[in-house]
């Protein structure tokens, strides 16, 4: 009986918040109401036994994607214009697609009888790291290799580069064909 | 009720259809990188709770480490290349920018 509880309060601090993520006007909000999600999917990562991944998630999740996420909002603001177009076009064929393809998956859960047994929860986090460093070595190395690209590559594209920025007096001047030439 | 199996799967619909709403209808490019989050925190949520009800092992949560590990590396990147956009056009509407369009 509590679990189900716990389990119902953590499943609409999942969903809730990730409703005003994607409706809210304002995007600061949007980036606050994330926190809450991503620490309700860590919940249910925890209320599914898998504490290895709840404390990642956290950890990366919080500590770190959503961080930049806020910064990146703060850093880029840029005063609201004065007409704002509410976009019909733009969210009727994404609410048709969103709820089509809710109602798919959920068509799909629902008629399918789940041979589903839960196993008994046990720490992971061992289990985990002896599979990283046997069977999943080389994704694991992969990975690292990824993540290292990755860091170069966002350095990369947010060094500024003033050699390549245009300015006036590096447009060459246009050969007019019909101006004498006097020289 | 039981808590089992459908209840996480019908949890993970319900944030991967906002997330491809977001994704379809935010016109800020965070907003849209949000978007994607939610979509790839369903997908773990999938993968952890088939771990646990189906497969009985830890394999499926190494599979969402390995997920968390590539939407850090993917929101490093957007985010730069959204810095980027912001310097070179002044904006982070994703409809503002269309160079190559013309």
């Known amino acids: 009986m509590t679990a189900d509880l716990i389990f119902v309060i953590l499943a609409l601090l999942t969903v809730v918040p990730a409703v005003w993520v994607v409706f809210s006007p304002n995007i600061v909000h949007a980036g606050f109401a994330l926190l809450f999600t991503l620490l309700g999917v860590s919940g249910l990562y925890a209320y599914l036994g898998a504490d290895f991944v709840a404390v990642t998630q956290v950890m990366v999740y919080v500590g770190g994607i959503l961080v930049l996420v806020l910064f990146t909002v703060m850093m880029t603001r840029v005063p609201p214009s004065g007409k704002r177009r509410h976009g019909l076009d733009r969210y009727v064929p994404a609410a048709i697609l969103a709820l089509g393809v809710f109602g798919l998956l959920y068509k799909a859960i629902t008629s399918v009888q789940w041979a589903a047994s839960i196993s008994p929860a046990q720490p992971t986090t061992a289990e985990i790291g002896t599979k990283l460093m046997t069977d999943y070595i080389f994704p694991f190395e992969y990975v690292s290799l990824v993540l290292l690209a990755a860091m170069v590559g966002a350095a990369i594209l947010i060094r500024e580069r003033r050699e390549d920025r245009y300015t006036a007096e590096d447009i060459p001047e246009t050969v007019d064909p019909d101006r004498e030439v006097t020289s | ?102």
Do not use: C, W
């Open chain 2, 1 to 102: 009720m039981n808590v089992g199996l459908p209840h996480f799967l019908t949890i993970s619909a319900a944030l991967f259809s906002l997330g491809l709403f977001a994704v379809m209808s935010r016109r800020n490019a965070v907003g849209i990188l949000m978007g994607v989050e939610l979509m790839l925190n369903a997908a773990n949520i999938n993968f952890v709770a088939f771990s646990r009800y189906v497969e009985h092992g830890v394999d499926g949560q190494i599979m969402s480490a390995f997920v968390i590990v590539l939407a850090a590396a993917e929101a490093a990147v957007a985010l730069a290349i959204v810095l980027a956009m912001f310097r070179n056009f002044g904006s982070v509407n994703a409809d503002t920018v269309q160079s190559l369009k013309q």
